[in-house]
Structure formats: structure tokens, C-alpha cells
């Protein structure tokens, strides 16, 4: 065989990772499992790593030391966060402001006060932007505080729309969800400085000097619709919020390039899929669509048949039912035979 035919993984493929981090390297304090010898080995074949977080509660340094507690060497350039591009947001607005009510976390009022922008935390100190981020602290009194001044016309820029946060207790509500209060109350609809803004993506690619980067995350609506937007292809991994119903049933603007249980994906090759029998198969399963019903039939590794069958429900003219399969992935997944 020529060795230019011998499967090349994913960190040779592509020069960069912009990697995502909540649900991907970490889940609130704690690792994910594999994540830290991936990206060590990832690294070492080359692939430059950039940490692209819509994430805006800490700052680059503290994200940083957060790295090196689980095995990851980094330092603060490698980080792009939420705040950061929010914080350009607001400084690039016309006419220029120079007062921001700031809703969030010392990672905001870090980045806001690295582009000079003064924060401040009340309607009544005539902010010329609001910037609103998460932080577990933010109150009822702080979101009145963003409606008072929204309600009035002032610019609204919100760090990231995400509904949703893992944690290692579970689901939390996310920036997005404590963003919809404030649009509840005003019917304003805000400025999004996070993914899927290509903006954030773009920066990480330039910060790595990457001609092929590949995006890396945990989320259709963010990472991947993010990525395709910049023109990127992407990884989406099954350790945080996306579930196989969410890749079975995912419009096209929210379908990944690749597919992996973990950031162990990194290290493997492209999964192939082929047409075959009317269906798409990878490794050892068929995904098929007969009577508007998705099935699946084969046998081996879990990540090929949700592969699978999501070619072939993407392929179908209509969306197919995905009852059976979910069946079929749910047995695959407590009984793998590999």
C-alpha cells in the first residue's frame, strides 16, 4: 500500500484545534476522561491548540492555571474567550463608548477594562453599552439593573446565547437563558459576541497562524454552527450537551465534519462512510431509511453507528423517524461489541 493511502489522524490532517472547553476538556472543575494525554499527544504531532471558549466568567490567565492543574501546558494567548470578543464589540461601536454596564464575572470586567472601557454596575451611571456575561453570582438585581438601561436604547452586547451549561453536578442554566430575561422585560434583542460568531473562531485561528484549523466542540448551536459559518470544518464530541438525537435530527447548518466518543478522536483517522445497499455504512453498521422509519443493522463501535445513521437521515429527502435507531444506539451503547 502507497503511504499516502494509510489513514492519517485527524491532529496530522488539520494544523490547529480550536477547541472548546467546557463539556470538551473539562466539565466544572474536573477533566474529561482522555482529554489531557489527547491533546498531549495531539500536540506532539503537531497540531497547534487554541482554547476558544464562550465561556466569559474567568479570565485568560486564571483559564490557564485551570489547564496546567489537569496536565495541559498553556499560557494566556492560547485562550480566546466570550469576553474578550465582546469586549472588542463594545469598543468598536460608533460612536465610541467609554462607560459599559457590565453584567458577569472578573473575566468581563478584565477584558471590558483591557480595551479601556470603564465598567460600570448601575442604569443610573449613564453607561453608553451594556455587555452582559455569566457569572453563578449574577442577581435579579443586576438583570433589572440591564432592562432599566436596554429599555432606554442603550446597546446590548451579550458574551454568548448558550442556554445551557454542564456542570459536574448536571444541565445549569447558561449565559443565554439569564439573556432571555432581559429580553423578556425589554423585547430587545441583543448583540452576540460568542460562537457561533465566526468573529471568535477567526481570532483563534489567526492566534495559532492555522491554514486548517479544526473546530472542536461539544454543541451543534454554538461549535459546529459557529465553524461552518467560518468556513471550518469540525469535531463534535460526545462528552457535553449534543445527544445522538440532536445529530440525527440537526439541519444542515448544524451538521459536523466529524464525529468522536472523545477528544481521543484527535488521534484517529477520518471515519469513512460510504453508499451501500441504499444506505450509508461505516465500519461494521448499515443506517438505512425504509418506510420514512431510520433503522440500523451491523455490529462494533457505537461511534460508527450513530455515524451512520446520521449520513443516512441527513441523506433522506424528509426528515425519517428516529425512534428505532435511538433503540438500536441505546443497546449499542450498554453493550458495544467491538
Known amino acids: 500500500m502507497d503511504d499516502d493511502s ?17 463539556g470538551v476538556v473539562y466539565v466544572g472543575p474536573y477533566a474529561v476522561e482522555h482529554a489531557a494525554p489527547s491533546l498531549a499527544r495531539a500536540r506532539a504531532l503537531g497540531m497547534r491548540l487554541a482554547y476558544v471558549t464562550n465561556n466569559s466568567y474567568r479570565t485568560p490567565v486564571e483559564v490557564c492555571e485551570h489547564l496546567r492543574r489537569l496536565g495541559l501546558p498553556s499560557v494566556a494567548d492560547d485562550v480566546v474567550t466570550s469576553a474578550q470578543a465582546a469586549a472588542r464589540l463594545a469598543a468598536e461601536l460608533r460612536p465610541p463608548v467609554a462607560r459599559v454596564l457590565a453584567i458577569g464575572g472578573e473575566g468581563l470586567l478584565a477584558a471590558l477594562r483591557a480595551y ?6 448601575s442604569a443610573d451611571d449613564d453607561p453608553d453599552c451594556v455587555v452582559q456575561g455569566f457569572a453563578p453570582t449574577v442577581s435579579w438585581r443586576e438583570l433589572a439593573e440591564a432592562a432599566y438601561a436596554v429599555g432606554r436604547g442603550v446597546p446590548w452586547i451579550v458574551t454568548n446565547s448558550d442556554l445551557n451549561a454542564p456542570t459536574h453536578r448536571g444541565t445549569a442554566p447558561g ?36 491554514r486548517r484549523p479544526l473546530m ?28 445522538p438525537h440532536d445529530l440525527l435530527t440537526a439541519p444542515e447548518h448544524r451538521r459536523p465534519t466529524h464525529l468522536a466518543a472523545d477528544l481521543r478522536g484527535l488521534l484517529a ?5 460510504e453508499e451501500h445497499a441504499g444506505g450509508h455504512r461505516c465500519g461494521g453498521w448499515l443506517g438505512r431509511v425504509r418506510d ?9 463501535d457505537p461511534e460508527d453507528a450513530l455515524w451512520a445513521a446520521c449520513r443516512a437521515s441527513w441523506s433522506a429527502p424528509e426528515p425519517p423517524s428516529t425512534t428505532a435507531v435511538l433503540e438500536t444506539l441505546a443497546r449499542c451503547a450498554r453493550d458495544p461489541v467491538r
Open 269 to 273: 483517522p477520518a471515519r469513512r462512510v
Open 6 to 22: 494509510l489513514p492519517v489522524p485527524l491532529a496530522q490532517v488539520y494544523d490547529a484545534a480550536l477547541l472548546d472547553l467546557d
Open 116 to 121: 479601556g472601557l470603564e465598567p460600570v454596575r
Open 292 to 300: 420514512r422509519e431510520l433503522v440500523l443493522t451491523g455490529r462494533g
Open 175 to 210: 449565559n443565554g437563558a439569564l439573556a432571555y430575561v432581559v429580553r423578556a422585560a425589554t423585547g430587545a434583542v441583543p448583540t452576540v459576541a460568542g460562537k457561533p460568531s465566526a468573529a471568535l473562531l477567526r481570532e483563534g485561528a489567526a492566534r495559532t497562524g492555522a
Open 216 to 243: 472542536v466542540g461539544d454543541r451543534l448551536d454554538t461549535d459546529v454552527e459557529g465553524a461552518r459559518g467560518a468556513g471550518f470544518d469540525s469535531l463534535v464530541v460526545l462528552t457535553g450537551a449534543t445527544t
